[in-house]
């Protein structure tokens, strides 16, 4: 099994920028693509940015497009989500995940690392 750890969160002030990794260990030839979600209090956890693991194929949401930017390193099974323009609605929990196919559940979460923007 793929075993995920986040890293990078902490507390910015609205504007500033922040770049979380999601490192992946063990079995990460089997994975298809790693997502990063977001769950901030009170609220559902909500999709953010994906990758596919292979050709590096991308797809955002609509409320981070144009200021997120996944990427990932093949060779340092790591996976990276740059955060620039950071704003108060931003702040939240930020967890990454991986699946084996596309069509598939997201079987494998990191613990997370919270992102705080202050305004």
């Known amino acids: 099994q793929v075993q995920l750890v986040e890293s990078g969160g902490g507390l910015v002030q609205a504007g500033a920028s922040l770049r979380l990794s999601c490192a992946a260990s063990?079995?990460?030839?089997?994975?298809?693509?790693m997502g990063w979600f977001r769950q901030a209090p009170g609220k559902e956890r909500e999709f953010v940015a994906r990758?596919?693991?292979?050709?590096?194929?991308?797809l955002y949401a609509d409320s981070v497009k144009g200021r997120f930017t996944i990427s990932r390193d093949n060779a340092k099974n790591t996976g990276y989500l740059q955060m620039n323009s950071l704003k108060s609605e931003d702040t939240a929990v930020y967890y990454c995940?991986?699946?084996?196919?596309?069509?598939?559940?997201?079987?494998?979460w990191g613990q997370g690392t919270q992102v705080t923007v202050s305004s």
């Open positions: 063990g079995r990460t030839f089997s994975f298809y693509e």
């Open positions: 990758i596919t693991w292979s050709m590096g194929r991308t």
């Open positions: 995940a991986t699946r084996t196919n596309s069509y598939g559940e997201y079987n494998t």
